[in-house]
């Protein structure tokens, strides 16, 4: 699953991170304390970033769309993540490519996945791994890890929610991530597997009802978050999906929305008017809930990894939760890619396995101690 490659002077390794956001600076903070990590670049298209308390970070302005500052940014760094919009990954994949640089990002758009999948059959000796974070990403990780820990795997459900710990309005949602990811993932066909086949999936459909420690949620499909389990895990395990968690009524109001109001067919226009009129909370919850179903030793068994997940301050910096759990995802690929642990090309969330996954800095600090069942 793994072969071994360069592993890099635990105090030598220079990381580009391009998009200083909310997620692109969480991830700096977490690097601050990672040995394997000497610099890191952050590159943004909007000036002075605040980066006290960070020494390790460097702040540049980068416009990705200008392809010579782009390229001269990629070819100083060992590794790049991009934490840029989704849609402006495909140019960031090129260039890193182009100087045989490692390159991770954090989307859920399976179109920009498949793109970057060509690519890295193009480049050889360089290792490509999108999809890191949360979901897709440790969802993943986690999935993949329960369905192989079973001799014959019946189901595998994961389900993520990144939630405002308290909402009074309709939607019982507050923003607290990418807007235009959050719309993307709503408006795009999702993939699952059924009786061991894949099936292309309606976002928004599939709804269901769930209780975490009293709580009651609401599930549905969105896009993305299964990544690429479907095709390894084809064959090999009977049902496989992906859903997002809301608080009941979320659901239905959206649909209205995308559906009912097309709203669907102008993401650009609806993620202005949620940017505008949907407040931002820093005060959220991660529901991380993966559940594996089948038989050992002629038994029929159940093995879960269930968690809660808030947020937290790091360096002097407040973190949210959607904020720390997507930033540990990717950070704790990184320093297996600094171990040497990572194939080169293409690499899967799934071929990460979760022993491996807690076993280093941050996978273990924000996703450790789990109900986990064995």
């Not at 399976?110 to 490509?128: E, M, N, P």
């Not at 407040?279 to 269930?306: H, K, N």
């Not at 540990?328 to 396995?353: D, I």
């Amino acid at each position: 699953m793994f072969t071994r490659g360069f592993v890099f002077d635990l105090f030598g390794m220079k990381i580009g991170i391009i998009g200083g956001g909310k997620v692109g600076g969480t991830i700096a903070t977490l690097l601050e304390s990672c040995d394997f990590c000497d610099a890191v670049r952050l590159g943004d298209v909007r000036p002075n970033l605040k980066l006290d308390g960070l020494a390790k970070a460097a702040a540049r302005k980068l416009d990705v769309r200008r392809a010579a500052g782009l390229a001269a940014f990629v070819k100083r760094c060992e590794a790049v993540v991009s934490a840029a919009p989704y849609y402006l990954n495909q140019d960031i994949a090129r260039a890193c490519a182009a100087a045989r640089v490692a390159y991770f990002d954090l989307t859920e758009d399976v179109a920009t996945t498949a793109f970057i999948r060509g690519l890295a059959r193009k480049t050889k000796g360089v290792t490509f791994m999108p999809q890191c974070g949360l979901a897709p990403g440790a969802i993943n990780i986690v999935g993949g890890s329960l369905a192989s820990s079973l001799e014959v795997a019946r189901s595998v459900e994961m389900r993520v929610g990144a939630l405002p710990q308290f909402a009074s309005n309709q939607m019982k949602y507050y923003l607290s991530w990418s807007t235009a990811g959050l719309i993307n993932e709503y408006c795009q066909l999702g993939e699952a597997l059924h009786e061991g086949r894949r099936i292309a999936t309606l976002p928004l459909d599939g709804a269901e009802r769930l209780t975490i420690d009293g709580v009651e949620y609401e599930a549905f499909n969105t896009s993305g978050g299964v990544a690429t389990m479907c095709e390894t895990f084809h064959g090999r395990v009977g049902e496989l999906n992906y859903k997002t968690m809301r608080y009941p009524g979320h659901r239905d109001l959206m649909k209205f929305l995308l559906q009912d109001l097309n709203l669907g067919t102008q993401q650009e226009l609806l993620t202005q008017i949620f940017d505008q009129e949907v407040p931002l909370t820093d005060q959220d919850v991660v529901v991380f809930y993966v559940s594996a179903v089948g038989i050992i030793g002629g038994e029929l068994v159940q093995r879960s990894f269930v968690k809660k997940m808030h947020g937290e301050t790091v360096h002097g910096r407040r973190l949210s939760a959607i904020q720390l759990t997507t930033a540990a995802g990717v950070v704790a690929v990184l320093e297996l890619f600094a171990r040497g642990k990572l194939t080169k090309g293409f690499v899967k969330q799934e071929s990460v396995t979760l022993p491996q996954f807690l076993g280093t800095q941050w996978g273990r600090r924000v996703y450790g101690d789990s109900n986990q069942t064995h």
